[in-house]
């Protein structure tokens, strides 16, 4: 079957090794440019706003290629699908000009009330059906291509028909959409639910990979925990080596959000991811 994500996907560009535009990091983040070739940015702290938060976002647009990672799509809920989420996102895109746009396979609403967390799914066939249908319709509405992100969770819905990976699959396959692989939530679920990350990662059709998730995590009392502010330990080095020796990306990034140490162990973990792609995959560096 033809796949027009995929005829898309040999059309963007490489963008290189990034980091999270963060209000905490900006200044640092400006002043090094030489070893940041790209940022990330959440679109809802920054759609239709002005201010310092435009400023911030018009000094990167100046150094950087962005691209966009979302929270609140609520791809997987039940609630109608933002018009005026769709809207302003559609703005910010066509302002950065982005060559791309992500958010998360989860829900994060109930009755279009926020509950401020990325939920699994129940993975069922009906479920997977309706996020079809909801992906081709912002895919289509935002007219930029789409990916979706695979997220760590700490449950699973009773009832479920299939494996979290094969819902993940299909759904990208049946929406003809991209993934944002996020490395260390693979390797955080293998640990909470005791399964095998490099079976879990043969079993995705990594071709649809655009973007990689870089992270650390933290320990819990029971569970590991995406925090994305610790240090990125070498497991998940080795499982962003194992799918860049498997298929071609467009991008990745390092993800911390909070515990912010110096800059420079960030420019350090920037550099080892560097590293790995001259050694595995050196055509991503060729940022267009």
Not at 13 to 36: C, F, H, Q, S, W
Not at 70 to 83: A, K, M, W
Not at 121 to 131: C, R
């Amino acid at each position: 079957m033809s796949s027009g994500f995929l005829t898309a996907k040999k059309q963007m560009p490489n963008l290189g090794v990034g980091l999270g535009l963060r209000r905490e990091l900006a200044a640092e983040t400006m002043v090094n440019k030489d070893a940041i070739d790209w940022l990330e940015l959440v679109p809802e702290n920054y759609m239709d706003l002005g201010g310092k938060t435009r400023q911030r976002l018009d000094d990167a647009l100046e150094k950087f290629p962005l691209v966009t990672h979302g929270v609140n799509l609520s791809i997987g809920s039940t609630d109608e699908l933002s018009q005026d989420y769709l809207s302003s996102i559609s703005r910010l895109l066509n302002k950065i000009d982005a060559p791309w746009w992500s958010d998360h396979l989860c829900f994060t609403s109930i009755e279009n009330s926020y509950l401020h967390d990325l939920l699994p799914l129940p993975l069922s066939a009906e479920a997977l059906k309706h996020v079809v249908k909801r992906v081709k319709t912002a895919q289509h509405v935002v007219g930029r291509p789409f990916l979706l992100e695979n997220i760590s969770y700490y449950m699973e819905m009773p009832g479920d028909q299939m494996e979290e990976v094969d819902f993940l699959a299909q759904v990208l396959e049946k929406a003809d959409c991209g993934l944002l692989l996020d490395v260390n939530n693979v390797y955080v679920n293998s640990v909470n639910h005791n399964f095998d990350p490099y079976r879990y990662l043969d079993r995705l059709p990594l071709e649809r990979t655009v973007q990689i998730h870089v992270a650390g995590h933290s320990h819990g009392d029971e569970l590991l925990i995406d925090t994305h502010g610790a240090p990125v330990i070498e497991p998940v080095f080795e499982l962003l080596e194992y799918v860049l020796k498997r298929t071609d990306v467009k991008a990745i990034m390092l993800e911390r959000d909070q515990n912010y140490p110096q800059f420079s162990e960030i420019l350090a973990e920037l550099a080892q991811i560097r590293d790995i792609v001259m050694r595995v995959r050196p055509s991503i560096a060729a940022c267009a």
